[in-house]
């Protein structure tokens, strides 16, 4: 049941945050806060609770799973689990919904009881797809995301908030609607195998397909998780959105939302077609390493500090994406290091961007430069931010990245090397953050604050887990390895053996048994 509750808090407190943010925008912004609290303290629970059961389970079965019957006739239920990869996605999500909300608590002042109905339920959303084990469920709250956020970007975003909010639209539901018919797909064609209707994970995994029926099947969920990371060339709303976004809005987009779309790689398109995986990634692990050097080359070529923000996201999503269809577990393991450490480091990045443009209404570093005198808070977090993204020993994004680069290198030398320049762009275009804005000629006289206590504390949230991650980050590898050893062994088993529809009973047996390897 507390997989339930984890929807329930976010869904209740929008409609709460909505009704009584009416008529006191105070009562909204504690409701959410409470409620993402709230779901922090269960996430976190629910991880320390099972921490020694993941290490017990080493086949990657579910540590807690709910299901209750919701279209029988269909095959469709409402059923959630949660395994290590998930549990960590989840407890992600909670904390960054905790300083969305603390970020947006001065900034948004006109119909605040709306901002949070709609936070909150992209939330839910988010939460969801990480616990999502029936497809009808998960495609359910892969749009639940969408309108919500499209409100967000469109109300309380900035000067071109309406294109923004459209293409943003446009790309990720275009995308999901080839996902449904992927979905629908897998499920006519597991009906045709078995006479069984169902929308069912388990049941799913290993159904019997032609090989070009794979292949076209895991395309359309590949362009869907594909334009969510986002990898390159499906970004183009990527810069847009963040840059329209209010900052609450930007940390979702660059901690969560990405992240959606790389947890169902992970989670759907490698474990349900690993012939049609293993076929398109070597154009995939290209798609990755052009994104690297693409989205770097893009970032220090912005004047926007936001856009510029956007597109190392592009560049550091590629080193996911390579990650991922490298199929061996340190590559996996950086992956899920870089997902959550991104998502702290570009969390706070768009935060200090926002900050800034709440003080000074400008994201154009032509217009900053020399702040550091008076702002010598808001540089050192900056500097720190800035040192994260480029990846600097000692710090969560350069634990994810090094993993990343060393499983690649077992796979594809050049590949590796050329991944390895994104590194030194990283470096130029982070510096060149520092040195636009904080040092260099004052370019203006802002009369602006440092750093409140609110945000140093919020700061001061993301910063310690990076250290931490970058020192010590064993448990979370740890809580995540059954899921990257089942997805390592389902992508090495003999192709020929497991390809196509002559796979027995007794193969599907041996290679997706339910609940276990």
Known sequence: MILVWLLIIPLAAGLLAWIFGRNNHLFARWISLLAMLADLALALSLWFKHFEQIDLVAGGGWLIEYSLAWVPQLGISFYLGV?????????????????????SWSEITKKVGFFHFNLMWI??????????????????????????????IGIWGHEKRLYAAVKFFIFTQLSGLLMLAAILGLYFVHQNQTGIYTFNYNDLLGTPLAVSVGRWLMLGFFAAFAVKLPAFPFHPWLADAHTEAPTAGSVILAGLLLKTGAYGFLRFVLPLFPEASEYIAPAAMIIGVVGIIYGAILAFGQTDLKRLVAYTSVSHMGFVILG????NQLALQGVVMQMICHGLSTGGLFIIAG???????????????????NLPRFGGVAMFFALASLGLPGLGNFVGEFLVLIGTFQTDVILTIAAATGL??????????IQQTFHGEKRADWKIRDLSPRFILIFALMIIPLVILGLFPQPVIDTAQPAIERLERINTIDKPE??????????RDRRFSKGGD
């Open 83 to 103: 395994d290590g990869l998930s549990i960590l996605m989840i407890v992600l999500s909670a904390f960054l919904g905790v300083l969305a909300v603390a970020t």
């Open 123 to 152: 939330m839910a959303g988010i939460i969801g797809v990480f616990m999502a084990l029936d497809l009808f469920l998960f495609y359910f709250f892969w749009e639940l995301m969408l309108v919500p956020m499209y409100f967000l």
């Open 324 to 327: 991922i269809f490298t199929f």
């Open 355 to 373: 900050h800034l443009q709440e003080q000074i209404h400008t994201r154009d570093m032509n217009r900053m430069g020399g702040m550091w005198e």
């Open 424 to 433: 030194v762009f990283a470096a130029i275009y982070s510096l060149w953050i």
């Open 498 to 507: 497991y390809s196509g529809v002559d796979l027995t009973e007794a193969d």
